[in-house]
């Protein structure tokens, strides 16, 4: 089951045959339905003069996008080939018959099944960077001959729908030291720190904040920062292979200057809208997000900790 949230959008065009017309064209989804129920809405149509028109249609459609990133070009050479925009839902219906339209204000109903197409599932709204799950409508007035035709678009959101089952919070503790740290060329050259720490859960609901506690113990070298970076890592491909590249969603400071010692610092994020959705995996694609805690030192040293999230709804 889906849910949709109202969004609604004002266009204004000018017809170049008809200077005296100015016509207003607004699409609102006004109401939130699941599944196998409607997408309901108006079109407002404002005009100073009657206009003549050969139809008004409008189409729903849902399309997932992939692409491959800029390092990835020329090794995934058939991904280009192979992989096209897959669609999730598709709709066209016709909600004028060719005509006039009075001077004023003009409002057109209309109604459609949110139902996906053929097999497919219908995901959650998503903005990424390889990875793009978008829900849009298409109104088009087709126009005589010497006028243009109009077409206006409007995206709506789609969440889906909520769990009925509780997830239990997996808490997380951390210890960072010296010789915890991976990836490192010259240990030796590390000034000495402890650094402990919690996440409430990393299995987390996406409409909740991330939150925990960071605590310094102690740290020869003074603390510049501390920061919280959330992270998505996308995976699209095709048979020839994946790609995966993780991009950074938002950074958020949660400390400034040397901390005091042993004093617990809450950690508190929101899932930002729109560019986080519930963890997703499918043939074509992946979408996974982690979080990293980063602490900077005043010699410019990068301690981070990370940590993969499982985000779900309910």
Known sequence: MFFLDTMGLMFKCIYSGILSTVLFVCLCVFVCVCVQEVVAGVIVLVCKESLQHHGITLNMEGLVNLQL??????VFEAFYNSVKPIQLISNNIEVAKAGKIPGGKTEIPFEFPLQAKGNKVLYET???????????LRCD????????DLSRNCEF???CQPQKSKIAPTPVNFTVTPDTLENIRERSSLPKFLIRGHLDATNCVISQPLTGEVLVENSDTPIKSIELQLV????CGCAEGYARDATEIQNIQIAEGDVCHGLSIPIYMVF???FTCPTLETTNFKVEFEV???????????????????????
């Open 232 to 235: 998505r890592v996308e995976t």
């Open 69 to 74: 990133s800029s390092k990835s070009v020329g």
């Open 292 to 314: 990293n805690v980063v602490i900077v030192l005043h010699d410019d040293h990068l301690i981070t900790e990370n940590f993969p999230l499982k985000l779900c709804r309910v």
């Open 126 to 136: 998503y903005h990424g960077v390889f990875v793009n799950i978008q829900y849009t």
């Open 272 to 274: 930002p809208r729109l």
């Open 157 to 159: 959101i789609v969440h």
């Open 141 to 148: 007035m087709k126009r005589p001959l010497l006028a243009k």
